[in-house]
């Protein structure tokens, strides 16, 4: 399979592409990415500023048909995408069908707001003047996503961007371009006109820049790495141009000693491990109180050990490969870089399975206090810390003594300490008794300090990023 650019309405490739190898058997290469160089960036910019004007005055319902199509689509063909999705990134079948059913769902959503696109008519303070406020495309948007959610990601960039009557160039991430490629094809026959929404594959190092630089191109929405994300912020400051950035996250699960027991690893076992912690939302502090803390790390580790580890398409999986050598040695390197540090590590060690891939246990690093670098820095890999604390008072510090702020969470039953935190938790999002990975589509996605920067993702929010608001005066 070789995954072309789309521009304009047309594929086009670009002589040898890279190989898209899949995690879970080096072996099985799925196709051959293009890769975009500055010519064609150009080419993708041009179409979307031609077509732009024509689908900001789209109806709601050309905007709904277009993107009820695509919601379809991917429902119909949720097992299909789902194993490709697992295929190409290592997320476990199940995990994968339900990313596409998630993306599908996403076009559903905003289908939906297409046909609810209301503004406010308001009386003046002055008489016998008329206000009226309402919401306008930004025009050309730049969308840049990362490998770990390969179709939900792109789905929840790309269908506000639609609805809310903008343009795109998506630039996903060069590890996934099946999944992205898949929903560009379905995007291509869904009766959206040529060159609203265009599709470029390649380097983000070097297409990223040029992207952002581009006085055609009225924002950019990105998700990613935090040093990456903050070069975006900074960049798009200089130009004024608008800019929505999800980052890392460092998030705490707080766990009480009035927690029950059962539930709280549950909580952590998924919200740690699942998506092999691949995920921006996932629990990678684990703050428990001491009355409860040996009893957790022995029934929690008991869970980890009996997780299975292989091929994100074998029957039965919980947890597949890491997604490449790169990241797989740079969680290995956390794990020295914890033992170093005083952590004890129970499990993470390099496993072999039938076909070579990118496998590891679990870990979880006991012993840990919150100024170490396992603690401070986004590993994004299968590993947990588990952080011994007094009290309430001090897990709901130490949660919050972080420069990250997206998902924060709490194990317990009393509605004191759940109502405290859900008030007092540095976060954008807070989750009593569930992981501090697994969100709904039709509500805010979005953190706070070094997790996010600029308006929410997701849900009737995403309007604020996707439009710009009018406010007309009409007088006698
Ligand atoms: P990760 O480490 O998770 O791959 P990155 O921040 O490197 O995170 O990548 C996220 C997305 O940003 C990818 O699509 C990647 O191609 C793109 N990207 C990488 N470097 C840049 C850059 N300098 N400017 C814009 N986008 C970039």
């Given at each position: 399979?070789?995954?072309?650019?789309?521009?304009?309405?047309?594929?086009?490739?670009?002589?040898a592409?890279?190989?898209?190898?899949?995690?879970?058997?080096?072996?099985?290469?799925?196709?051959?990415?293009?890769?975009?160089?500055?010519?064609?960036?150009?080419?993708?910019?041009?179409?979307?500023?031609d077509?732009?004007?024509?689908w900001?005055?789209?109806?709601?319902?050309?905007?709904?048909?277009?993107?009820?199509?695509?919601?379809?689509e991917?429902?119909?063909?949720?097992?299909?995408?789902?194993?490709?999705?697992?295929?190409?990134?290592?997320?476990?079948?199940?995990?994968?069908?339900?990313?596409?059913?998630?993306?599908?769902?996403?076009?559903?959503?905003?289908?939906?707001e297409?046909?609810?696109?209301?503004?406010?008519?308001?009386?003046?303070?002055?008489?016998?003047?008329g206000?009226?406020?309402?919401?306008?495309?930004?025009?050309?948007?730049?969308?840049?996503?990362?490998?770990?959610?390969?179709?939900?990601?792109?789905?929840?960039?790309?269908?506000?961007?639609?609805?809310h009557?903008n343009?795109?160039?998506?630039?996903?991430?060069?590890?996934?371009?099946?999944?992205?490629?898949?929903?560009?094809?379905?995007?291509?026959?869904s009766?959206?006109?040529?060159?609203?929404?265009?599709?470029?594959?390649?380097?983000?190092?070097?297409?990223?820049?040029?992207?952002?630089?581009?006085?055609?191109?009225?924002?950019?929405?990105?998700?990613?790495?935090?040093?990456?994300?903050?070069?975006i912020?900074?960049?798009?400051?200089?130009?004024?141009?608008?800019?929505?950035?999800?980052?890392?996250?460092?998030?705490?699960?707080?766990?009480?000693?009035?927690?029950?027991?059962?539930?709280?690893?549950?909580?952590?076992?998924?919200?740690?491990?699942?998506?092999?912690?691949?995920?921006?939302?996932?629990?990678?502090?684990l703050?428990?109180?001491?009355?409860?803390?040996?009893?957790?790390?022995?029934?929690?580790?008991?869970?980890?050990r009996?997780?299975?580890?292989?091929?994100?398409?074998?029957?039965?999986?919980?947890?597949?490969?890491?997604?490449?050598?790169?990241?797989?040695?740079?969680?290995?390197d956390?794990?020295?870089?914890?033992?170093?540090?005083?952590?004890?590590?129970?499990?993470?060690?390099?496993?072999?399975?039938?076909?070579?891939?990118?496998?590891?246990?679990?870990?979880?690093?006991?012993?840990?206090?919150?100024?170490?670098r396992?603690?401070?820095?986004?590993v994004?890999?299968?590993?947990?810390?588990?952080?011994?604390?007094?009290?309430?008072?001090?897990?709901?510090?130490?949660?919050?003594?972080?420069?990250?702020?997206?998902?924060?969470?709490?194990?317990?039953?009393?509605?004191?300490?759940?109502?405290?935190?859900?008030?007092?938790?540095?976060?954008?999002?807070?989750?009593?008794?569930?992981?501090?990975?697994?969100?709904?589509?039709?509500?805010?996605?979005?953190?706070?300090?070094?997790?996010?920067?600029?308006?929410?993702?997701?849900?009737?929010?995403?309007?604020?990023?996707?439009?710009?608001?009018?406010?007309?005066?009409?007088?006698?």
């Open positions: 399979m070789d995954y072309r650019n789309l521009i304009a309405g047309g594929w086009v490739a670009t002589g592409g890279t190989p898209n190898v899949n995690p879970s058997d080096i072996s099985d290469i799925l196709g051959h990415a293009a890769q975009a160089g500055a010519t064609q960036l150009d080419g993708a910019i041009a179409a979307a500023h077509a732009a004007p024509g900001a005055v789209s109806t709601p319902q050309q905007r709904f048909d277009v993107l009820d199509f695509i919601g379809s991917l429902l119909a063909r949720r097992d299909e995408l789902g194993h490709l999705l697992a295929r190409e990134e290592g997320k476990t079948l199940p995990e994968g069908i339900g990313e596409v059913a998630r993306a599908g769902q996403i076009f559903k959503f905003f289908a939906g297409a046909l609810r696109q209301a503004g406010d008519i308001l009386p003046s303070v002055r008489p016998g003047v206000v009226e406020v309402t919401r306008s495309p930004v025009g050309v948007v730049g969308l840049i996503t990362p490998w770990n959610f390969p179709i939900a990601i792109p789905a929840w960039k790309v269908a506000p961007a639609l609805a009557g343009a795109v160039v998506l630039k996903p991430a060069e590890l996934v371009p099946g999944c992205a490629h898949a929903l560009a094809e379905i995007i291509s026959r009766g959206l006109p040529a060159g609203v929404f265009n599709l470029m594959l390649g380097r983000g190092s070097q297409l990223g820049p040029q992207l952002i630089a581009d006085p055609r191109v009225n924002a950019i929405s990105f998700t990613g790495s935090e040093p990456t994300g903050r070069g912020a900074a960049e798009c400051g200089a130009r004024l141009k608008k800019v929505q950035l999800e980052m890392g996250g460092k998030n705490p699960m707080v766990v009480l000693d009035d927690a029950d027991l059962d539930v709280a690893v549950e909580v952590c076992l998924n919200g740690a491990f699942f998506s092999t912690g691949q995920r921006c939302t996932a629990s990678s502090r703050i428990v109180t001491e009355g409860i803390h040996d009893r957790f790390v022995a029934a929690l580790t008991k869970r980890m009996a997780l299975s580890v292989g091929h994100a398409l074998e029957a039965g999986m919980q947890v597949g490969p890491v997604v490449d050598a790169h990241q797989l040695d740079q969680n290995q956390y794990l020295r870089i914890a033992r170093a540090e005083g952590g004890e590590v129970i499990g993470g060690e390099r496993l072999a399975r039938a076909t070579e891939g990118f496998f590891m246990a679990p870990a979880l690093v006991t012993d840990t206090t919150n100024d170490m396992i603690n401070r820095e986004e994004f890999g299968p590993v947990a810390s588990v952080i011994r604390v007094a009290d309430y008072d001090e897990a709901l510090a130490v949660a919050n003594d972080t420069e990250f702020g997206l998902s924060a969470g709490i194990c317990t039953q009393s509605l004191k300490h759940a109502t405290h935190f859900k008030a007092n938790a540095q976060a954008g999002m807070v989750m009593v008794n569930l992981p501090t990975a697994g969100v709904d589509y039709h509500v805010p996605f979005g953190g706070t300090k070094g997790s996010s920067y600029g308006p929410r993702e997701q849900g009737r929010h995403a309007a604020e990023f996707y439009t710009t608001v009018k406010t007309a005066y009409t007088g006698a």
